[in-house]
């Protein structure tokens, strides 16, 4: 490998590693703020806005400049929204400044997977996105385990004592010394930046016209919507990562529910679904061929009624197993799907305009799944309610596309019937 591919490789573990441990500082800080309940999911929805808003755009910011500047402006941007939570005096400040993280995450997304197209030989790219995609995940991981020490009274107290002679830091509180730590997480990230090479490639954009870029937009996801492979792995995608974003609040609420856990310990039961996550890629990527990968739809239908079980649950170690499963579950049907979905994103469109359409889709399930979420809790539905609609939801949807895909299916060979009959 290039040595400026273990570069970006630092940089984003980095880079990812303060997004997920920065979730967890951010609801404990809204926990201090005494915000209301349901707001605790907005956040993730103030933070996936701007992959909406800007899917368009953002494409274009990336290819406009070298991709190692354009992820050092995107870090930049996501230390000025971490600074500004140091300012929170409500919840509604505190929201506003994760945004501008947000949008710093919305505009390094493009070129994370962008430079490796440029920097390394075609050969050499499954393998480097194999890297990306398990750095990711130990990142997740890594991540809610830090974000959930940060905000351990022992630990935070521990770092709240530590004296720098003639050095006042100003830093006082537990939150405060929490987003200290994920600031210095996001310079690190920022300074590798720095450092991974200029590819040579050329980055003068053709077009720059808002409205053209929006039409091309528009014409791309109508394409991917209306191929028959990639309708339904784009449901299967965008089902997926609504509901993902949805079970991390579930998980916390049901884990101090069920299990009595405060936001330090339950904030790593999350960790335990993205290792289940993480096992079932592995194991789709030795067993699931990209022919067969419709093939594991049934599994997100299993997925669904698993999730309904963590009702039940009321030991640690069940729902640790029950977690892993979980996760097993969704990524052994989701890594398929997404290839499914990559490959035929890049035959109909190219890789960065499909890249462009996936986020947009995904991140827009999220907003509304989120919202969804935040309404039950508004509503004060009691969490093993919300977990029984969540996992029947999701069943139901799995349902309805995998007869959407066999509807494809038997149209499809009618329609073959009908050439044949012609032939003779």
């Not at 909406?52 to 996501?78: H, Q, W």
């Not at 440029?118 to 393998?127: A, G, N, S």
């Not at 990142?139 to 107290?157: D, E, H, K, R, W």
């Not at 669904?304 to 197993?321: F, H, K, N, S």
Request: proline share 3%; aromatic share 10%; net charge neutral.
């Amino acid at each position: 490998m290039e040595r400026g591919f273990y570069t970006i490789m630092v940089a984003q573990f980095f880079s990812s590693l303060a997004d997920n441990a920065l979730l967890v500082v951010a609801i404990a800080l809204l926990t201090d703020l005494q915000a209301p309940t349901f707001l605790t999911p907005m956040l993730k929805f103030v933070f996936v806005l701007f992959y909406v808003m800007l899917a368009p755009f953002v494409g274009a910011f990336a290819d406009s400049m070298a991709k190692g500047r354009v992820m050092f402006i995107s870090n930049s941007i996501k230390i000025v929204g971490c600074t500004l939570l140091f300012f929170a005096i409500d919840q509604y400040v505190a929201l506003s400044a994760y945004a501008i993280v947000g949008l710093g995450a919305a505009a390094y997304s493009p070129a994370k997977y962008g430079i490796l197209t440029e920097l390394l030989p075609p050969e050499k790219l499954v393998i480097a996105n194999g890297w990306i995609e398990g750095l990711t995940v130990a990142s997740i991981v890594l991540g809610t385990v830090f974000g959930g020490l940060l905000i351990t009274p022992a630990i935070s107290a521990a770092l709240l004592s530590l004296d720098f002679p003639f050095i006042d830091t100003g830093i006082d509180t537990h939150i405060e010394v929490a987003l200290l730590l994920v600031v210095v997480c996001y310079t690190i990230a920022a300074t590798f930046n720095l450092y991974i090479p200029n590819t040579g490639v050329d980055h003068r954009i053709l077009k720059k016209n808002p409205s053209f870029l929006i039409h091309e937009f528009a014409h791309c996801v109508k394409l991917l919507w209306t191929d028959k492979l990639g309708q339904i792995s784009l449901a299967v995608t965008t089902l997926f990562w609504g509901a993902g974003a949805t079970l991390q609040f579930i998980v916390l609420k049901w884990a101090d529910i069920a299990l009595g856990f405060p936001l330090n310990q339950a904030a790593q039961l999350q960790g335990v679904v993205a290792v289940g996550i993480a096992l079932g890629a592995v194991l789709a990527a030795k067993l699931v061929s990209l022919r067969d990968s419709v093939k594991v739809i049934p599994l997100g239908i299993a997925m669904g009624i698993v999730v309904m079980t963590m009702i039940t649950v009321r030991d640690l170690w069940i729902a640790v197993v029950l977690l892993v499963l979980i996760g097993g579950l969704a990524g052994f049907f989701v890594v398929p799907m997404n290839a499914l979905l990559q490959h035929r994103g890049h035959i109909l469109m190219g890789a960065g305009h499909s890249i462009a359409v996936q986020n947009f889709n995904e991140n827009s399930s999220i907003l509304v799944m989120i919202l969804l979420y935040a309404l039950l809790i508004l509503l004060d539905v009691h969490i093993y309610v919300v977990i029984a609609l969540f996992g029947l939801l999701v069943a139901i949807a799995m349902l309805l596309i995998r007869k959407w895909h066999l509807f494809n299916q038997s149209k499809e060979d009618s329609l073959h019937l009908i050439g044949m009959h012609k032939v003779h």
